[in-house]
C-alpha cells in the first residue's frame, strides 16, 4: 500500500497537564504511536509543562512508563522509546501564577509550529490563554487545543469562548471530542459523501429511525462526585452523541474543509426539535452483587443526576421531518460498546409472500469495539429447498482491511496530528458547542424545575424497562447492546 500521509512540520506542542491522567494515558502514548509511524519530524519538542516539580530526566521516565503502560508490547523497543523521549522536555509551570512563564518564553523558537494542549481543568483555560498571550509566547499562527467539558450550559461555554478569543482567533482553537477522531467517524462521511448508494436513501423517505447507543459496563466510581454534577446529558449527550448525530443528520457540504463541514454539523444542531419530556428516559444504577449503586459511587443519597438517558428526537428540515431519532447512552450497562445503527424502512410489498415477512436493511457503524460497518442484507439461503429468505451482513471490519491488524490510530493521535497539520475539520467550532448548550439547556431546566428522580436500573443490562418503552410504543426496538 502507497502511503499518502500528509507531512507534518516541525512543532514545539506544549502540554499544560503534562502530568495528568490525560497526557499519561493519552497523549504521550499516542504521540510515540505516531512516532513509530515516522510522523514526528527529527526536530520536534514535546514539552510537558504543569506544577509537578521535574525536570526533562524526571519527565522523560514520567513518559517512559506511561509508554510501557499504554502502548501495546510488541512496540516496546527500546532503542525507540529513547529515541522518542529524546524530543520530550519538561518546565514546571503554574497556570494561576508567575513561575515557569519567562523560562517557557525562552524555550520557544522561531518559524516552528507552536502548539499548547489545555490538559488541565477547564477553570485554567483562560488564566492560560491570558498567560500565553501577555508572555508573547503564542505567535498568530499558534495553535490551542482545550479538552472537554466546554462549560456546563451556554452561559459558561459563551464565556469560556469569550476568554479565549480575546488572546486567539477561532482559526487557532481545536476544541477536541475524541469521537470525531474516531476511524469510524471519519469513514462515515466517506461512506455518505463517496458513494451514490447511499445518499439517495438518506432521507425520512427511506429511513425508517436512527438509533445511537454509547453503552459503558463500568460505573461512575472513582470520579463518582465529579460525574455527579454532570450526569449523562452534560458528560456524553451535548458532545458525543450530538455530534455523531450531526454527522448523520448533516447536509453533504461543499468540500471537505472544516468550516464547509461545521456549517452543515451546526444546522442540524439548529434543526434539532425541543424534545417532549414524555419521550426523555432518565436513570440510575441500583446495586448488583458485587456492585455499588449509583448513589453510592455518588457519594450522594439525594442525588438526582442520570447515569443513564434514553430520548426521542426529532430533526425539522425536509431531510429528516418524520424520522425519529434515538439517543441511549449509560453506565453499568451489558457491555462496553458505541454505534450508529440507520434502519431502512421495510420494502413496500413483499413478493415473496407474508411469511417471509419484509425486511429492512440497517447500516450500523460501530464505533467501538471492533470498529468496523456493517450492511445488513436479504438474501435467498442457499440451497435447495425454495424461497427462504435470510439475513445476512456485508461486513467492512477496519482491523482487518488495515494492513498492520490492530493498529488503528487512535482518536487522540489522530487529532493531535491534524492539530499540527493545521486541519480543524474534526474540531468543534465555537458556535457549534454555543448551539449544543442552547439546546440542551432547557431540557436539564425544566428536569431540575421538577426535580423527580431518575429510575433505578438493574446493572448488566439495558437500562431502564421505560427505555425499552420508548421505542416498543413506536412499533421498534433498541438493537441488542452487545460487543
Ligand atoms: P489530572 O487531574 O490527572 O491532571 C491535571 C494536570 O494539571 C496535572 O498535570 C497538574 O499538574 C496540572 N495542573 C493543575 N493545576 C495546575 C496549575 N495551576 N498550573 C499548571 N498545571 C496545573 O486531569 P486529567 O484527567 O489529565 O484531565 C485534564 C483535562 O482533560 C480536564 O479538563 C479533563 O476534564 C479533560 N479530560 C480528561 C479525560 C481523561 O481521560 N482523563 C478525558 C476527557 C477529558
Redesign the pocket.
Known sequence: MVSRVIPVEVFDLVI???????????ILPGLYRRYLAGQIPENARVI?????DLDDAGYRQFVNDAICEFVKSSKHDKAHIDAFVSHIHYLP?????DA?WNELAAMMRPDVIRAFY?????R??G??AERLHDHEIADGDSRIV????FGRDLKTAKALNGVLAESFDEKQIYR?D?YLGKETVQNLMAVRFGNILFEPLWNSQYVDHIQITVAESVGVGGRGSYYDKSGAIRDMIQNHLMQLLCLIGMEPPSEFEPDAVRDEKLKVIRALDAPDPKDIVRGQYRAGDDTASYLTDAENPESKTESFIAMKLGISNWRWKGTPIYLRTGKRLRERTSEIAVVFKDPPHSIFGEQEGRRGNVLVIRLQPNEGMNLRVTIKEPGPGGMRLIEVPLDMSFAEALADGDDIPDAYERLIMDVMRGNQTLFMRGDEVEAAWAWTDPIIEAWESAGKKPVEYDPGGSGPDDSLMLLHRDGRRWREIKA
Open positions: 499544560f497537564g503534562g502530568t495528568g491522567d490525560l497526557a499519561r494515558r493519552k510537558g509543562a504543569a506544577r509537578t509551570v503554574d497556570a494561576l501564577g515557569g489545555f490538559s488541565v481543568a477547564p485554567l483555560f488564566p492560560l482545550v479538552e472537554k467539558p477536541i475524541h
